[in-house]
């Protein structure tokens, strides 16, 4: 199968242009997976709750979401990316998967960064697996790249592939997600954006490097840190079902869980 990521520069409040301009740049693309940026629709940087509230859609009742699926139904795509969701008066961070068929699933990011938590909620539903022709697709959203347990639980469930929309500001999320697919023996493709945002006396850099990473940790495409970027590259998804390390060392069959009860608990300190 195809898989890929758009690196884009979203601009701020744009919605429409940047989703007009991600579709242009994808003009060329057939029954693919894509993976496009966090909030790409939408741009990062919201300065207070009122612009969240301007911005954010429903899944399937804005612009973002049918416009999107009317050309994944055209020509077999299976699109995830990540917009700012309104639910019930609610605000989240969340990526979307559509697929060729026009399924629509969505994921609330659950780990929020930064100044996220003073606008949006965190998700709170759990981690789940996207049957997509076969291949199993696991969604997260760029910080939760600091948390190995959301990449363990999709990998345990069944994910071959991790979807990663990301707007990545701190240095070490690429390096990470390259871990994440090599302790999960999983394929991972990270879309992050580049260029700055300056909103107000408020500014930030977003380090673009976008990533395809198979089970045994090799690069399989990247981009730069300047340039809106398409890259595709055929895999075979069911090298992800292969968890020995060694011929003696099963990933998943290997952990100690009955040592690992601590880790879901509160921190005891
Ligand atoms: C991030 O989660 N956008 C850093």
Redesign the pocket.
Known sequence: MKIGFLQLRPKFGEVKENVRSALSLLKNVSDATIVLP??FNTG?LFRNLEELKELAEPINRGYTVPALKKVAKQRGLNLAFGMAEVKNRKYY?SSVLITAKGKVYSYQ?T????R?KLFFQPGTKAYQIYPVDGTKLGMM?????IFPEVTRILALKGAQIILHP?????PW?QDAMRTRSIENRVFSITANRIGTEKRGNLSLS?SGRSQIVDPKGNILASAGERSESLKIVEIDAREAQDKMVTANNDLFKDRKVSLYKSLVGRNTG
């Open positions: 966090e909030l990062y961070n990011k780990h929020l960064f930064d996220e959203v760029c910080f939760d790249w990301a707007n990545l500001i701190l999320g977003f």
